[in-house]
């Protein structure tokens, strides 16, 4: 279990940067605000939403299921 949080950790953190910045943020300041249309398209965005997703929410039940075993184990 600790092998695939640190995976999906690892996996999780780029596909978080990934994403489109909406502008006005920390994207804006290191240069996320520049736009282009070359690589961006509707579906992949949607793909990437969907991915991000199940990776954080595989993350958050990893993480939960190790406070289990750390409670009723220890």
Known sequence: MQVLLVLTSALLVPLVLLHKGKGGGLS??????????????GV????????????????????VVLGLIERYDG
């Open 28 to 41: 804006d300041m290191f240069g996320g605000g520049i736009t282009s249309s070359a690589g961006s398209s």
């Open 44 to 63: 992949a965005e949607r793909n990437l939403n969907r991915i991000t997703v199940g990776v954080a929410l595989t993350w958050a039940g990893v993480i």
